[in-house]
């Protein structure tokens, strides 16, 4: 392939809270909370017995800062978003975590996939409700009142079918089109 009809695209999508980030927000507070209660009730019992000498409450203030710089870390891993990158007809997903942390998740090919299309589009409505059970589902959008989500099938090469939901932009599935013309579609 001649290098200046290359393709590079990169989409960063920030993933919207939902209920389930919010109530594990809420466990890993109060979980927070009770540690630290309960290491303070146990650091003045030690210090109210006499048997401290001083070490008992410094060592309690440290452990009760390790937990709640423990809860912040915990905290900000809830603040996801995923990268796409597309690189000619290769997809890559990343999760990025607080704008620190990254994990690769997911990869595939335009060209190898079965089908790409939008979750809405009433001409492959069959194919999203009815396809065959697929090993692996990766949710991957960001907020779904937004709309616009695809979703992709295809088959890797351990055999495992997957299907991927995701929110590109319409350059990227435009481009993913001119690799596959039969297999990506546009709703118009």
């Not at 290098?3 to 999508?13: K, T, V």
């Not at 809860?71 to 978003?81: A, C, D, H, I, T």
Request: proline letters at 2%; aromatic letters at 12%; hydrophobic letters at 40%.
């Amino acid at each position: 392939m001649d290098i200046y009809n290359d393709s590079f695209i990169e989409y960063l999508i920030t993933k919207k809270k939902d209920g389930k980030d919010y109530a594990i927000l809420a466990l890993l507070t109060l979980a927070a909370v009770a540690l630290s209660a309960g290491i303070l009730l146990l650091t003045f019992a030690l210090m109210a017995s006499g048997n401290d000498h001083g070490l008992g409450s410094s060592v309690g203030l440290v452990v009760v800062a390790l937990v709640w710089y423990a809860w912040y870390l915990l905290k900000s891993m809830r603040n996801v978003e995923y990268e796409y990158i597309m690189t000619n007809s290769a997809m890559d997903i990343d999760k990025v975590m607080s704008k620190r942390g990254r994990k690769h998740l997911v990869e595939w090919d335009f060209k190898e996939i079965e089908i790409c299309a939008r979750i809405d589009d009433p001409n492959h409505k069959y194919e999203y409700e009815n396809s065959a059970p697929r090993d692996k589902v990766y949710d991957l959008t960001g907020d779904k009142s937004r709309g616009y989500i695809y979703f992709v099938d295809y088959t890797d090469e351990n055999n495992v079918k997957t299907r991927v939901l995701f929110q590109p932009t319409s350059k990227i599935i435009e481009t993913a089109r001119k690799y596959n013309r039969r297999s990506v579609f546009i709703m118009e």
